[in-house]
């Protein structure tokens, strides 16, 4: 299948309204492309090996999406260029701007993640390994082999890393799992391994579906794990004791309207993709339904938030 990807280059502030723009047009997830969370990476050691070179220009964060090559394609691409231009109106500045299109494979896309993606660890247990590397895993390691396909997600941006790390608090021998917008699968297979009894995964682009069913068969936890195509929560049957989204903001506020049905009595909720600036406005959604907010992480810019359903 032939894919357009396009790509724009912006500031960290105007990274969120650009996800959220590429998400409006159809794209299942966008790839970002943070120098400062590259040179952290380099610095901390993450990366058993690495010959990528130290970014010395950080303030400009590159953003890729995926489109299908079809005949909407250009009305989508003006729609992204006019909306772009637009972000001052909000307050945000878009940077340089500087937007490229280019057509791409799907099997040259998905080739070209292995010269980067290398054994990361994203928690205090879990370890994200490439399908085609070896590791040799260290007592209480969770080991997730992934490979992201056209699902984007390599599990080692900051918003998934700090997802992760509240599963492994918060996740407990029979816990029952909703994952959101599961992509590649990632948080669905922790949640599993960290001993959910259950877990349904939902996407609602058919390729992340694809993705996600096929890492969590290379996981072995088939039998624990249900992938299926959905928009949000709409069609999920039953309560979970937990709920994750690794999303956008403005998608999260519009989430927990539907949340409380769908958790069971001090249930805990999951967020993040949630820029620092957006806290404030996610949190206030999160009150009105009447929920408290445990916690908050903050990494780089981005917010993972711990909410529990208040009892009654």
């Known amino acids: 299948m032939k894919w357009a990807e396009i790509s724009i280059q912006t500031t960290h502030e105007a990274t969120e309204a650009v996800a959220n723009i590429f998400h409006d047009l159809g794209a299942s997830g966008v790839v970002i492309e943070d120098p400062e969370l590259v040179n952290a990476y380099r610095r901390a050691g993450a990366w058993d090996y690495c010959d990528i070179p130290e970014e010395t220009d950080v303030e400009t964060v590159t953003v890729k999406a995926y489109l299908p090559m079809n005949e909407e394609l250009d009305d989508k691409l003006a729609s992204f260029e ?10 945000l500045d878009k940077g340089k701007g500087a937007i490229a299109c280019k057509e791409v494979q799907e099997e040259d896309w998905e080739s070209s993640w292995k010269e980067y993606f290398h054994p990361t660890r994203i928690s205090p247990q879990i370890i994200i390994k490439p399908s085609w590397e070896d590791y040799v895993a260290i007592p209480n390691d969770i080991v997730i082999e992934l490979d992201p396909g056209m699902a984007f997600g390599t599990g080692t941006h900051h918003t998934t890393m700090m997802c992760a790390q509240c599963l492994e608090e918060v996740v407990r021998e ?66 979970a004791d937990v709920i994750v989204a690794n999303i ?54 981005w917010v993972a938030m711990v909410m529990r359903k208040r009892g009654v």
């Open 248 to 301: 956008i903001a403005d998608i999260i506020i519009h989430l927990l309207n539907d949340i409380p049905a769908k958790l069971k009595q001090d249930g805990c909720f999951i967020a993040s993709g949630i820029i620092v600036e957006r806290l404030s406005d996610v949190t206030a959604a999160a009150i009105e339904q009447n929920f408290i907010v445990e916690k908050v992480v903050e990494n780089g810019g």
């Open 174 to 239: 029979g816990s029952v799992v909703f994952d959101i917008g599961t992509g590649s699968g990632i948080l669905a297979v922790a949640a599993a391994k960290l001993g959910a009894k259950s877990v349904k995964a939902v996407d609602l682009d058919p390729v992340a579906v694809r993705v996600a069913q096929e890492n969590v068969t290379i996981n072995q936890v088939e039998h624990l794990v249900s992938v299926a195509r959905g928009d949000l929560l709409t069609g999920v049957e039953g309560q």
């Open 82 to 91: 006019q909306r772009v231009n637009e972000l001052v109106n909000h307050n």
